[in-house]
């Protein structure tokens, strides 16, 4: 009988289970994000503060996920010029991927998709800013799964 999950249901051991994920500790995994980074502007970083003070100010207070995209991922996503070409931004998609033995389904809507046509960029989960970021990891690890081009790499956030 084949199984089906709600994406914001399912568990890390889930995916390992059932799609064989595994983690990777490994220090240097992405080198390139580690050395020979740009510098930042003085711009840059004064939007950056503004971003961190407004989230802080506003997590003293219950803050729902459309506040969360819109304080702190919208400035963010502007900051690394996603807004201009070549990407495009799909907001609420969905999508469904099934294991190899087709036994087990999983349906989600991704909440931002980042990309340019048929090549995922960014796949983005928001949650409640109360919440763990642990919380949005094996989400975001299933809506990585239904990356249509699955040799290439896709980064979730």
Known sequence: ???????????????K???????????QLFPEWQE?????????????????????HLSEYPMVEPIVKMVVLSPLLRIADFYRPPFYIIAEKDVQISSEDQETIVR??????????????????AKRAEYSLK???????????????????????
Do not use: H
């Open 108 to 125: 989600g809507r991704i909440d931002i998709l980042i990309c340019q046509p048929q090549f995922w960029i960014v796949v983005i989960e």
């Open 36 to 56: 020979d980074l740009p510098e930042l502007n003085e711009l840059e970083k004064q939007w950056l503060d503004r971003v961190k003070d407004d989230y802080l």
């Open 135 to 157: 919380v949005g990891i094996p989400q975001a690890l299933a809506y990585m799964l239904a990356n249509p081009e699955l040799q290439k790499p896709a980064f979730g956030f």
């Open 17 to 27: 289970e059932k799609f064989g994920l595994e983690p990777n500790t490994e220090e």
């Open 1 to 15: 009988m084949v199984e089906t999950i709600v994406a914001q249901d399912i568990s890390l051991p889930q995916l």
